[in-house]
C-alpha cells in the first residue's frame, strides 16, 4: 500500500485525494493533508465523508511514502527540505518553485529522493526527451489564457496591465522560462515543466497572451533541433475550482500516481 500525503487542499490537492478515495483505494492509502485553510480541510472532509487527519508538513511527510505538494511555489523548499530530511519522495505540482530553487532538485538527487513532476497541461514531453538525446536549438512555449486565468500575477501588478480592459488578445510577457515562473509562479508551471525536461529554465522561450476571444488554456509547444521540428498543443479545459489550472494537469498527477503503484517502486 502507497501511503500519501497531500499539502494544499485546492483544486488540485482536493481532487487528487478525492480520486484516491474512489479509484484507488486498494492501492494508495491517503495518510492526511496539510492546509492552512481550515475551510478548505472541512469541505474535504465533507466531500470524502470521513475525518481525514490534518498534520503539520513535518508530520505529514513523516505519515507517508510520497508528499504530494499541491499548495504554491513558495512551499516547494520546505516540502523537498522535510522530504530529503526524512528520506521520503516527493510529487511537486508547483513546478515553478523547482526552477526558482535549483537546489533541491541537486539535493534530492545526491540523497536519493525520488522528486516526480508529472507533465501538466502540455503535451509531447515525451517526444522532447527523445529529441534531447540528440541535439535541440530552440523550445517555444506559447501560452494562450482567458484573462481570469491570469489576474493577479506579479508580472500584471507590477506592471499595472489593465487586464480587464484587454478587447481581442495580447502578448503581456515574452522571456525565458525563467522569467516566466518568477512573472507568473500561479499561472505557468507548464514553462517550468518543459524547461525541466528539456534545454533548462534559461533556454527554454515563453510567450503568454491574455485572451478575451478563449475559454481554455491553450499551450503550444515548438522544439527545434537535429531531429526536425516537433509541434504540439494542447486546448485545456480550465478546472471549475481554479480557473488558473487546467483539468489535465491535475489527470497528469493522477497518471503519475497510477505509474507509481504499477511499477511497485514504491511503499509495496
Ligand atoms: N504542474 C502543473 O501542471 C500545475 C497546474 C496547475 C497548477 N499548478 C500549481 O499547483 C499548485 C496548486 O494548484 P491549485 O489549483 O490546487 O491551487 P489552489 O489555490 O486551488 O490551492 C492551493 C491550496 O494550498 C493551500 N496552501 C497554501 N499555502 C500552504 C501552506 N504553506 N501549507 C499548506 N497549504 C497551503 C491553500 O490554502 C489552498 O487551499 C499551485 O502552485 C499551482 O500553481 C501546477
Redesign the pocket.
Known amino acids: 500500500m502507497l501511503k500519501v500525503g497531500i499539502?494544499?487542499?485546492?483544486?488540485?490537492?482536493s481532487y487528487l485525494a478525492g480520486t484516491v478515495a474512489r479509484r484507488y483505494r486498494k492501492q494508495i492509502r491517503l495518510t492526511g493533508v496539510?492546509?492552512?485553510?481550515a475551510e478548505?480541510v472541512a469541505a474535504l472532509r465533507r466531500s470524502l465523508k470521513t475525518k481525514i487527519p490534518v498534520y503539520s508538513?513535518i508530520e505529514l511527510i513523516k505519515h507517508s511514502d510520497v508528499v504530494i505538494e499541491?499548495?504554491?511555489?513558495g512551499?516547494v523548499p520546505k516540502v523537498v527540505d522535510g522530504a530529503v530530511t526524512l528520506r521520503k519522495d516527493v510529487m511537486i505540482?508547483?513546478?515553478g518553485g523547482l526552477l526558482m530553487h535549483p537546489r533541491l532538485l541537486a539535493k534530492a538527487q545526491s540523497r536519493g529522493i525520488r522528486v516526480y513532476v508529472?507533465s501538466?497541461?502540455i503535451a509531447g514531453l515525451d517526444a522532447l526527451k527523445a529529441a534531447k538525446v540528440g541535439t535541440i536549438s530552440s523550445v517555444t512555449l506559447t501560452t494562450t489564457k482567458p484573462l481570469a486565468g491570469l489576474a493577479g500575477a506579479p508580472f500584471i501588478i507590477k506592471h499595472n496591465i489593465d487586464i480587464a480592459a484587454i478587447k481581442k488578445e495580447r502578448v503581456i510577457f515574452e522571456g525565458s522560462a525563467l522569467e516566466a515562473v518568477a512573472a507568473f509562479p500561479?499561472n505557468i508551471?507548464?514553462a517550468a515543466?518543459l524547461s525541466l525536461a528539456g534545454i533548462g529554465p534559461k533556454r527554454t522561450r515563453v510567450c503568454i497572451v491574455a485572451s478575451r476571444r478563449v475559454k481554455r488554456n491553450i499551450h503550444t509547444i515548438e522544439i527545434k533541433g537535429d531531429f526536425g521540428t516537433i509541434r504540439s498543443c494542447a486546448e485545456n479545459v480550465p478546472?471549475e475550482?481554479?480557473p488558473?489550472?487546467?483539468a489535465l494537469?491535475m489527470l497528469?498527477a493522477v497518471a503519475m500516481l497510477e505509474g507509481m503503484i504499477d511499477s511497485k517502486r514504491i511503499g509495496t
Not at 499539502?7 to 490537492?13: L, R, S, T
Not at 496539510?34 to 485553510?37: A, G, P, T
Request: proline share 3%; net charge positive; hydrophobic share 45%.
Open positions: 499539502v494544499g487542499c485546492g483544486a488540485i490537492g496539510c492546509e492552512l485553510n478548505k508538513l499541491a499548495a504554491g511555489a512551499v505540482m508547483s513546478a508529472p501538466g497541461a500561479q508551471n507548464v515543466i478546472s475550482l481554479n488558473k489550472t487546467s494537469a497528469s
